[in-house]
């Protein structure tokens, strides 16, 4: 019923850029917020960025300065621009979206994540 789709991942060279974007497609109430996520190998799952539909974001202390998050509420759709970048910003980077699909309460989706890898 619900999609996330992410894309723009892909292999780049420290202190380089690269932009990520989720869209989310079928039957979708309301989208209560967006965010994406990472994971490196051997590591937990931690939140990068996420930003409320009305605009509020919040960033993990290891991005912040060189990640920004942005949204089209209108096209269920966020982006993630990354520059900067470091070997350690490696990781499958996930799409999240906080949604009421039906009824009143918000649920999570997830997209099926796109790899960053940063290294010379």
């Known amino acids: 019923q619900v999609q996330l789709v992410e894309s723009g991942g892909g292999l780049v060279q420290p202190g380089g850029s690269l932009r990520l974007s989720c869209a989310a497609s079928g039957r979708i109430f309301s989208v209560v917020a967006m965010g994406w996520y990472r994971q490196a190998p051997g590591k937990q799952r931690e939140l990068v960025a996420r930003?409320?539909?009305?605009?509020?974001?919040n960033y993990a202390d290891s991005v912040k300065g060189r990640f920004t998050i942005s949204r089209d509420n209108a096209k269920s759709t966020v982006y993630l621009q990354m520059n900067s970048l470091k070997p350690e910003d490696t990781a499958i980077y996930f799409c999240?979206?906080?949604?009421?699909?039906?009824?009143?309460?918000?649920?999570?989706?997830w997209g099926q994540g796109t790899q960053v890898t940063v290294s010379t």
């Open positions: 930003i409320t539909s009305g605009g509020n974001t």
């Open positions: 999240n979206g906080e949604m009421i699909v039906d009824g009143i309460l918000p649920r999570n989706d």
